[in-house]
């Protein structure tokens, strides 16, 4: 039997599919939201964490490490109906995001460390 491991582009491990149900620290839900569409609002996060983000409203969200209202600050998108992982990296506790209608709303989750098993094929 072979082991198969997913990895993103930065070589932490990942499920094969973000969609998958994983374990996340319970408590550790935010719920985003953003009254109007392409204003830069802020969430504290741990460095080093992966998070896993599901939108709720039609339009989507975008994520940076800077103020996201600069294209050049976006380094995740996330549309309604698809769940998103972001590896925070070390040091960062402030995540960006933005909506692209008013009224976004969207959750945000801590995942477990251990949480990404191994796949066995």
């Known amino acids: 039997m072979a082991t198969v ?3 993103d582009n930065a070589g932490f491990r990942t499920t094969p599919n973000p969609n998958s149900a994983q374990p996340v620290l319970s408590q ?3 719920k985003l939201t953003n009254a109007a ?8 996060v741990e460095g080093g964490k992966r998070y896993r983000f599901s939108c709720l409203s039609l339009g989507g969200f975008y994520f940076g490490l800077a103020d996201v209202t600069t294209a050049a600050n976006v380094r995740w998108a996330c549309p309604l109906g698809i769940t998103c992982e972001l590896q925070i990296p070390e040091g960062v506790t402030t995540l ?3 909506t692209t209608i008013n009224d976004g709303v969207g959750y945000l989750v801590e995942l477990h460390d251990n949480s990404v098993e191994e ?3």
């Not at 569409?37 to 504290?44: E, G």
């Open 5 to 7: 491991v997913s990895q």
């Open 28 to 30: 550790t839900a935010l």
């Open 37 to 44: 569409a392409d204003t830069n609002t802020t969430c504290t």
């Open 96 to 98: 960006h995001y933005a």
């Open 119 to 121: 796949y066995r094929v």
